[in-house]
């Protein structure tokens, strides 16, 4: 019994842990809403086309082949390393770092400048909630 | 005999310290969490004392190409971490050795972004070899903590460095 206890006690964390705070969900509302106004035909937020906005490579802003991999690393759940200052920079996924995205001005700045870093430009509302949501996912 | 030597000493020492400009070590500390909540959030926290103001204002309106990388900030944010900066800069914390000595270095005509590029930190680092510096557990010159043991805080003297796979420093 106890057992079955402690099992349902880590399903709901899982659960919870997934769930975005209400200011969180309010950004992803707002994305959502500008990706169908660019595109009417967009469903939803998508996890493998979030995977490949995180690991595919691009020429970033500095003119050389680069990805969101490059420095969060494919896990996740570890910590990556900022390649140009060698500076650690704690796990991406909210499962194993509960500060991530829960502030929508920090998202919305890490989105801006990673974007601009690794694709040379701006994020699309639709790239952005696809990424998110494959970060935020991704066990 | 034995209060007049202690009188001799004391006013020598207000001496020497007006004499001095009562000189600090290094250059005073990080104090002002916001800037340490987003500058250090990429790379070590480097004092306001690293650079004179001028340097700050014209770095601080070059976020969105950072070294090469988009460090922008809401202007609200911008606006409280260059003020920060440019209260506690070189030219005003001269009581600071390296700050004065940073300061000292740099010609009017130029404005240095990059505290590697200032002409004293130049010096300072000649003797050191490239292998040293671009060996993977330092990278470059700008990442002061990788050498200076107590660069966080704010003490840069040769008795802290500690070079890896190389040791101490002894600059004679």
Not at chain 1, 20 to 40: E, G, H, S, T, V
Not at chain 1, 64 to 82: A, D, Q, R, T
Not at chain 2, 3 to 15: E, G, P, R, T
Not at chain 2, 136 to 148: D, F, M, P, Q, T
Request: hydrophobic share 35%; proline share 3%.
């Amino acid at each position: 019994m106890k057992k079955i206890f402690i099992f349902l006690f880590m399903i709901v964390s899982i659960v919870n842990a997934q769930e975005l705070n209400n200011k969180m969900k309010q950004y992803m509302q707002i994305l959502k809403n500008q990706a169908q106004k660019d595109n009417p035909s967009f469903k939803q937020f998508n996890y493998e086309r979030g995977e490949n906005i995180f690991i595919s490579e691009h020429i970033g802003k500095k003119g050389k082949l680069i990805s969101c991999v490059s420095c969060h690393s494919s896990n996740l759940f570890n910590n990556g390393e900022n390649i140009h200052t060698t500076k650690i920079i704690k796990p991406l996924s909210p499962l194993a770092n509960s500060t991530r995205f829960t502030k929508v001005k920090e998202v919305k700045k890490w989105l801006r400048r990673n974007f601009r870093d690794v694709y040379n430009r701006v994020g699309t509302a639709q790239e952005k909630g696809d990424v998110i949501t494959y970060i935020i996912n991704k066990k | 005999m034995k209060n007049l030597i202690i009188m001799i000493f004391l006013v020598s020492s207000i001496f020497a310290d007006s004499f001095w400009g009562s000189s600090k070590k290094g250059v005073a500390p990080v104090t002002n969490n916001l800037y340490i909540a987003e500058c250090t959030s990429c790379h070590f926290g480097y004092q306001a004392g690293l650079l004179p103001s001028s340097s700050w204002k014209k770095l601080m309106g070059g976020l969105e190409d950072h070294f090469g990388t988009d460090a922008s900030l809401e202007p609200d944010d911008s606006k409280n971490i260059l003020n920060y900066l440019t209260n506690n800069s070189a030219e005003k914390f001269t009581n600071y050795k390296r700050s004065r000595k940073i300061n000292d270095s740099i010609p009017s005509y130029s404005t240095p972004i990059a505290i590697t590029k200032t002409p004293y930190i130049i010096k300072k680092h000649d003797d050191i070899s490239n292998k040293l510096i671009k060996q993977k557990e330092v990278s470059s010159l700008a990442n002061c903590k990788a050498c200076h043991t107590t660069a966080n805080t704010g003490s840069y003297s040769e008795r802290d460095i500690d070079i890896p796979n190389y040791g101490r420093w002894d600059d004679e």
